[in-house]
């Protein structure tokens, strides 16, 4: 249990000495968030734990006790059921394509028996894995600029591809940047991700006009102006802004967010959660959010630097990469810096296979701590 | 480094890359987290006094809530209008509330039938988007708690108190005062104080007669408010009674009016139907103002069914119509007094007699007297209401200075007296027959007589004809009416400020002493009915009689016991009194009521009577030993004999 001890092969493989290497500072400020979101829940039901409060703390404690468990799981048995995971996540949005149910006017859901199964959400990790598996075993060169690369290119690709068409652009764009994200931490040459920073730019334009559903256009053009449909689109916008705006710098306290206690506020306890917070804790509230938020991807970076193996880096760092993203764009969205687009988020908002995702994920990235001076064989799992 | 590589500068090669870009990215996050925390700021601490504005506004709503409509008195205070507290439903009109299931629920609750049933189904479907409609009025305390009790099955229903419109007279006032009724459509203007959202308001009424209507804005005051938290469907959360705004309520009006003489005089009219008008005759005010039948303004407050209406509108003695001011009619020999004056002042000697056989050929007809008076003068001719005397009279002064003359009192004017209704009548002369007959615009020298008797073209209000009784009792200023006494407490002009009248006192006097020979000395055409007289010892009443023509009798008995009703002659009555220092005048008219003395008279003399006997002087002078006589007429001695 010294630190020593996780250095020697056979002594580090005792339970003990993995539970030790757990980052329990990590799971004390995930903990942090998942709670204040609870408490927020809790407020904006009307001081009540029902219906979001209650459900939020078990499903995190849920999950928790699951990250723990999977943590603990050897890093090579994930290596090897990256591809796998992968390859089941994108057979089930193509299910879910054909006979997903529609949601929302979004095919985004897949009823098995009494589970809601959301491909989408398992895609976001089977992409990290087997991305981080995939340049495990390419070469730095080959990782630079190689005709190699048009396999990663394809396996971001196709699941965002897939899901765009649900269509549930936020998840598309969430899937494509952190795919891009890991392939430029993999080694990819800056000229080609300037090239392709200019090639987003010039298709935007045509994939707005074409590409894009009217509602998802509709979003967009409101965006710019929320002003021009104060009763539509622009709706969610102008009353997050108010819900932000008015609860100043130490909000109107704990129970007494009018916008989120009166309905005013749309998706008050999913997407918009972090209006509803910030409403009743104001800035000072938020800033301790994002200081928790900001302490939690900078801890998840530094897991994935220390890692030994390019898979355990490149797998933890794709995780961090989807946290911090969706918070990005959540927190961007409902301040009114971004169009609405449907990403919670994470560990605050309301919703179960989100938390699942994320749950899982941090669980990948202590997983790589615990075992970052594990062998990973290259080119195939020694385990399984 | 336990780590195995089989391409160990292969491996080094892309930790350092991962390295360096993992930090790029880490910084990258954190540039966005702190420009989150920015943009934070912006929206938190610069801009949140906007967005705590914004936000208040989409908490709080303020509902609106009805000023108490203004009371309306009369002369001495006592209340002819006020407003009682009125428990009601109320039904929110929301896009969540099946109308129909509540209607169903409520039915259960509170009776109602077919018609009403429908009749609310209008309402509701005619009332704006988010106005709450007003379901049941006027509930009893046990139906208000009942449904109170069992409000949840009736969603989208609220009980609240409001306030209704009471006029404790009922129908003494009621066409002066007029009523409030529900707000229509046409109501309803784009701009201007009817363009107010009170008037969307439930329960809200507005003036629709009399001076209800004319004092509408008045007396409705301005609308306060209730400060309410809503939610974004608009339903009331909790109530800020620290943030509402008290409404203002509405000006009282106080009316020259007296309720006591008011009230008995719809009491003897009893199902007469006419009007009678009373006026002081030194300031001017309307103490009575009044038309018979009446009906219950309450009644126009609740909302009238068709079935009242019809009633009301279809009964003969036409309750609805105000006679005393829209209602024009003949004045018959009341007219007899302007006459004499446009002789006296045009120079014909009072003291001239012209002989009465009871009928007089004239112009290739005989014109009839009711009796064969004999030789008789002026005040006679008054006194016994001489057909034959006035007939030449007129013709000897001719129809423009008669005209003038009635003009000069009032006749064929329209007064200002705040309320709408009046209708002017005709004082007509050749000019006018000159402009409005172009076919006959000659004035014929037949029409002359029927003038002198108050006949022909002419047509008076009631109200015209006792501001020419209070004008020849005042004898010295052209009163005018004044029914208005103070708004909000602001006193009106009296209307004694007037312009002097412009005839001799000796010829006023001589017409005054007549008058009160008609009431008081043997031969006087009011004399003969006990009833017609005052009995209040030493004070006295002087008067006219009038009997006028509903219809041509032709070559026909003018005996009118036998004709149907509407046929009958309208009977008048003006009067004032005491006669020797006026104080009150009064018009009386009958409708259909036959002869003046016997219709009119006793009405005119019980509602002097009631002024007089609440005038501290009179009833002292009544009281108090006979004092010497102090005739305020000196030049002729009045032939009034209390003996």
Same mark, same amino acid.
């Given at each position: 249990?010294?630190?020593?001890?996780?250095?020697?092969?056979?002594?580090?493989?005792?339970?003990?000495?993995?539970?030790?290497?757990?980052?329990?500072?990590?799971?004390?400020?995930?903990?942090?968030?998942?709670?204040?979101?609870?408490?927020?829940?809790?407020?904006?039901?009307?001081?009540?734990?029902?219906?979001?409060?209650?459900?939020?703390?078990?499903?995190?404690?849920?999950?928790?006790?699951?990250?723990?468990?999977?943590?603990?799981?050897?890093?090579?048995?994930?290596?090897?059921?990256?591809?796998?995971?992968?390859?089941?996540?994108?057979?089930?949005?193509?299910?879910?394509?054909?006979?997903?149910?529609?949601?929302?006017?979004?095919?985004?859901?897949?009823?098995?028996?009494?589970?809601?199964?959301?491909?989408?959400?398992?895609?976001?990790?089977?992409?990290?894995?087997?991305?981080?598996?995939?340049?495990?075993?390419?070469?730095?060169?080959?990782?630079?600029?190689?005709?190699?690369?048009?396999?990663?290119?394809?396996?971001?690709?196709?699941?965002?591809?897939?899901?765009?068409?649900?269509?549930?652009?936020?998840?598309?764009?969430?899937?494509?940047?952190?795919?891009?994200?890991?392939?430029?931490?993999?080694?990819?040459?800056?000229?080609?991700?300037?090239?392709?920073?200019?090639?987003?730019?010039?298709?935007?334009?045509?994939?707005?006009?074409?590409?894009?559903?009217?509602?998802?256009?509709?979003?967009?053009?409101?965006?710019?102006?929320?002003?021009?449909?104060?009763?539509?689109?622009?709706?969610?916008?102008?009353?997050?802004?108010?819900?932000?705006?008015?609860?100043?710098?130490?909000?109107?306290?704990?129970?007494?967010?009018?916008?989120?206690?009166?309905?005013?506020?749309?998706?008050?306890?999913?997407?918009?959660?972090?209006?509803?917070?910030?409403?009743?804790?104001?800035?000072?509230?938020?800033?301790?959010?994002?200081?928790?938020?900001?302490?939690?991807?900078?801890?998840?970076?530094?897991?994935?630097?220390?890692?030994?193996?390019?898979?355990?880096?490149?797998?933890?760092?794709?995780?961090?990469?989807?946290?911090?993203?969706?918070?990005?764009?959540?927190?961007?969205?409902?301040?009114?810096?971004?169009?609405?687009?449907?990403?919670?988020?994470?560990?605050?908002?309301?919703?179960?296979?989100?938390?699942?995702?994320?749950?899982?994920?941090?669980?990948?990235?202590?997983?790589?701590?615990?075992?970052?001076?594990?062998?990973?064989?290259?080119?195939?799992?020694?385990?399984? | 480094?336990?780590?195995?590589?089989?391409?160990?500068?292969?491996?080094?090669?892309?930790?350092?890359?991962?390295?360096?870009?993992?930090?790029?990215?880490?910084?990258?996050?954190?540039?966005?987290?702190?420009?989150?925390?920015?943009?934070?700021?912006?929206?938190?601490?610069?801009?949140?006094?906007?967005?705590?504005?914004?936000?208040?506004?989409?908490?709080?709503?303020?509902?609106?809530?009805?000023?108490?409509?203004?009371?309306?008195?009369?002369?001495?205070?006592?209340?002819?209008?006020?407003?009682?507290?009125?428990?009601?439903?109320?039904?929110?009109?929301?896009?969540?509330?099946?109308?129909?299931?509540?209607?169903?629920?409520?039915?259960?609750?509170?009776?109602?039938?077919?018609?009403?049933?429908?009749?609310?189904?209008?309402?509701?479907?005619?009332?704006?988007?988010?106005?709450?409609?007003?379901?049941?009025?006027?509930?009893?305390?046990?139906?208000?708690?009942?449904?109170?009790?069992?409000?949840?099955?009736?969603?989208?229903?609220?009980?609240?108190?409001?306030?209704?419109?009471?006029?404790?007279?009922?129908?003494?006032?009621?066409?002066?005062?007029?009523?409030?009724?529900?707000?229509?459509?046409?109501?309803?203007?784009?701009?201007?104080?009817?363009?107010?959202?009170?008037?969307?308001?439930?329960?809200?009424?507005?003036?629709?007669?009399?001076?209800?209507?004319?004092?509408?804005?008045?007396?409705?005051?301005?609308?306060?408010?209730?400060?309410?938290?809503?939610?974004?469907?608009?339903?009331?959360?909790?109530?800020?009674?620290?943030?509402?705004?008290?409404?203002?309520?509405? /000006?009282?009006?106080?009316?020259?009016?007296?309720?006591?003489?008011?009230?008995?005089?719809?009491?003897?009219?009893?199902?007469?139907?006419? /009007?009678?008008?009373?006026?002081?005759?030194?300031?001017?005010?309307?103490?009575?103002?009044?038309?018979?039948?009446?009906?219950?303004?309450?009644?126009?407050?609740?909302?009238?069914?068709?079935?009242?209406?019809?009633?009301?509108?279809?009964?003969?003695?036409?309750?609805?119509?105000?006679?005393?001011?829209?209602?024009?009619?003949?004045?018959?020999?009341?007219?007899?007094?302007?006459?004499?004056?446009?002789?006296?002042?045009?120079?014909?000697?009072?003291?001239?007699?012209?002989?009465?056989?009871?009928?007089?050929?004239?112009?290739?007809?005989?014109?009839?007297?009711?009796?064969?008076?004999?030789?008789?003068?002026?005040?006679? /001719?008054?006194?016994?209401?001489?057909?034959?005397?006035?007939?030449?009279?007129?013709?000897? =002064?001719?129809?423009?200075?008669?005209? /003038?003359?009635?003009?000069?009192?009032?006749?064929?004017?329209?007064?200002?007296?705040?309320?709408?209704?009046?209708?002017?009548?005709?004082?007509?002369?050749?000019?006018?027959?000159?402009?409005?007959?172009?076919?006959?615009?000659?004035?014929?020298?037949?029409?002359?007589?029927?003038?002198?008797?108050?006949?022909?073209?002419?047509?008076?209000?009631?109200?015209?004809?006792?501001?020419?009784?209070?004008?020849?009792?005042?004898?010295?200023?052209?009163?005018?009416?004044?029914?208005?006494?103070?708004?909000?407490?602001?006193?009106?002009?009296?209307?004694?400020?007037?312009?002097?009248?412009?005839?001799?006192?000796?010829?006023?006097?001589?017409?005054?002493?007549?008058?009160?020979?008609?009431?008081?000395?043997?031969?006087?055409?009011?004399?003969?009915?006990?009833?017609?007289?005052?009995?209040?010892?030493?004070?006295?009443?002087?008067?006219?009689?009038?009997?006028?023509?509903?219809?041509?009798?032709?070559?026909?008995?003018?005996?009118?016991?036998?004709?149907?009703?509407?046929?009958?002659?309208?009977?008048?009555?003006?009067?004032?009194?005491?006669?020797?220092?006026?104080?009150?005048?009064?018009?009386?008219? =009958?409708?259909?009521?036959?002869?003046?003395?016997?219709?009119?008279?006793?009405?005119?003399?019980?509602?002097?009577?009631?002024?007089?006997?609440?005038?501290?002087?009179?009833?002292?002078?009544?009281?108090?030993?006979?004092?010497?006589?102090?005739?305020?007429?000196?030049?002729?001695?009045?032939?009034?004999?209390?003996?």
């Amino acid at each position: 249990m010294t630190a020593s001890a996780i250095t020697q092969e056979g002594e580090r493989d005792r339970l003990v000495v993995k539970l030790g290497q757990i980052d329990w500072t990590f799971c004390l400020f995930i903990t942090g968030i998942a709670a204040a979101g609870a408490l927020v829940l809790y407020s904006i039901a009307g001081g009540s734990w029902s219906p979001w409060a209650g459900r939020h703390l078990i499903l995190f404690g849920v999950c928790f006790a699951l990250m723990i468990g999977l943590a603990l799981v050897d890093l090579r048995v994930w290596f090897a059921l990256a591809y796998p995971i992968y390859g089941i996540g994108v057979l089930l949005l193509l299910a879910v394509a054909v006979i997903g149910h529609s949601t929302l006017g979004a095919q985004r859901w897949l009823d098995i028996g009494p589970i809601r199964l959301q491909p989408s959400e398992i895609i976001k990790v089977g992409l990290v894995l087997a991305l981080a598996r995939f340049y495990h075993s390419l070469s730095a060169r080959n990782a630079r600029l190689s005709w190699w690369l048009l396999i990663p290119a394809a396996m971001i690709g196709l699941p965002a591809a897939i899901v765009a068409h649900q269509p549930d652009l936020g998840t598309a764009i969430l899937i494509a940047a952190t795919g891009g994200l890991i392939m430029i931490m993999a080694g990819l040459s800056l000229r080609v991700v300037g090239a392709g920073l200019l090639a987003l730019v010039a298709i935007v334009p045509p994939m707005f006009m074409f590409v894009l559903k009217a509602y998802q256009r509709a979003r967009l053009l409101t965006f710019l102006n929320p002003e021009a449909d104060r009763t539509g689109s622009g709706y969610h916008i102008i009353q997050s802004k108010i819900a932000l705006g008015s609860g100043g710098l130490l909000g109107k306290g704990f129970g007494l967010g009018t916008q989120s206690q009166l309905n005013f506020l749309p998706e008050k306890s999913t997407d918009f959660i972090f209006s509803s917070m910030a409403e009743e804790f104001g800035f000072v509230g938020c800033a301790v959010i994002l200081a928790l938020y900001a302490g939690v991807i900078f801890m998840a970076l530094r897991m994935a630097s220390i890692a030994h193996s390019h898979f355990g880096r490149l797998s933890a760092a794709g995780v961090t990469a989807t946290f911090a993203l969706c918070v990005m764009i959540n927190g961007a969205m409902v301040m009114g810096l971004a169009p609405v687009v449907g990403v919670p988020m994470p560990l605050l908002s309301y919703g179960g296979t989100v938390m699942i995702t994320m749950m899982v994920g941090f669980a990948l990235v202590l997983s790589v701590r615990v075992h970052r001076y594990s062998e990973v064989t290259r080119g195939g799992g020694a385990i399984l | 480094m336990i780590e195995p590589s089989i391409f160990m500068d292969e491996v080094n090669e892309r930790q350092g890359t991962f390295q360096r870009r993992a930090f790029l990215l880490g910084g990258g996050f954190g540039v966005g987290l702190i420009a989150l925390g920015g943009r934070l700021a912006h929206l938190q601490l610069l801009d949140a006094n906007r967005y705590k504005k914004l936000s208040e506004h989409n908490q709080f709503q303020f509902l609106l809530t009805p000023p108490p409509r203004g009371l309306i008195l009369d002369r001495n205070g006592v209340v002819l209008a006020s407003n009682r507290p009125d428990f009601r439903l109320l039904l929110a009109k929301d896009d969540h509330v099946d109308i129909d299931a509540t209607l169903a629920n409520l039915t259960t609750l509170v009776p109602m039938d077919e018609a009403r049933l429908r009749r609310l189904r209008a309402d509701i479907d005619a009332a704006p988007r988010k106005a709450p409609v007003a379901l049941v009025e006027d509930m009893t305390w046990e139906e208000f708690s009942r449904i109170n009790v069992r409000a949840p099955e009736l969603p989208g229903v609220t009980a609240d108190m409001g306030e209704v419109r009471v006029y404790p007279y009922a129908g003494a006032f009621a066409h002066v005062i007029g009523y409030v009724a529900k707000v229509s459509a046409k109501d309803v203007t784009k701009t201007g104080p009817n363009a107010e959202p009170i008037l969307l308001n439930p329960g809200f009424r507005i003036g629709k007669q009399g001076v209800e209507k004319a004092f509408d804005l008045q007396l409705r005051g301005t609308a306060g408010a209730r400060k309410v938290e809503v939610d974004v469907k608009g339903r009331v959360v909790r109530h800020d009674p620290a943030g509402d705004i008290a409404a203002i309520p509405g /000006a009282p009006i106080q009316l020259t009016l007296d309720a006591d003489i008011q009230n008995r005089g719809l009491e003897i009219f009893g199902e007469d139907s006419g /009007a009678a008008v009373m006026m002081d005759c030194r300031s001017g005010d309307i103490l009575c103002l009044l038309s018979a039948p009446s009906f219950d303004a309450n009644r126009f407050v609740k909302g009238l069914t068709s079935v009242e209406y019809q009633a009301l509108s279809g009964y003969d003695r036409k309750p609805l119509y105000d006679k005393a001011l829209s209602a024009t009619y003949p004045p018959g020999s009341t007219f007899k007094t302007m006459v004499s004056l446009a002789a006296l002042e045009s120079g014909v000697d009072p003291e001239l007699k012209r002989v009465c056989h009871g009928s007089w050929p004239y112009g290739g007809r005989i014109w009839h007297c009711d009796k064969v008076h004999g030789a008789v003068n002026m005040h006679d /001719a008054i006194k016994t209401s001489c057909d034959i005397y006035f007939y030449q009279t007129a013709l000897a =002064v001719g129809p423009d200075k008669i005209a /003038a003359m009635a003009r000069q009192f009032g006749l064929g004017e329209l007064f200002d007296i705040g309320i709408p209704g009046q209708r002017p009548g005709l004082v007509p002369d050749p000019e006018y027959k000159r402009r409005h007959f172009p076919k006959d615009p000659v004035w014929h020298g037949g029409e002359t007589p029927s003038f002198g008797i108050g006949q022909g073209y002419l047509n008076l209000n009631a109200l015209q004809l006792c501001v020419m009784c209070a004008r020849l009792a005042n004898g010295a200023t052209a009163l005018q009416p004044r029914l208005i006494h103070s708004i909000g407490g602001v006193v009106q002009p009296s209307g004694a400020q007037a312009p002097a009248l412009p005839v001799a006192k000796a010829h006023l006097a001589l017409v005054r002493a007549a008058m009160a020979s008609v009431v008081n000395d043997p031969g006087g055409t009011a004399y003969t009915n006990v009833n017609s007289r005052l009995n209040l010892g030493p004070i006295k009443m002087a008067g006219k009689t009038g009997t006028a023509q509903a219809h041509s009798y032709g070559a026909g008995s003018r005996n009118t016991a036998n004709l149907a009703w509407s046929l009958k002659d309208h009977a008048w009555f003006i009067a004032f009194a005491p006669y020797d220092d006026p104080r009150y005048a009064v018009s009386v008219l =009958v409708e259909h009521g036959g002869f003046g003395a016997a219709a009119a008279a006793p009405k005119a003399a019980e509602l002097l009577r009631v002024a007089l006997l609440k005038d501290a002087d009179i009833r002292a002078r009544i009281t108090a030993p006979p004092p010497p006589p102090t005739p305020v007429v000196a030049e002729k001695p009045a032939p009034v004999s209390a003996t």
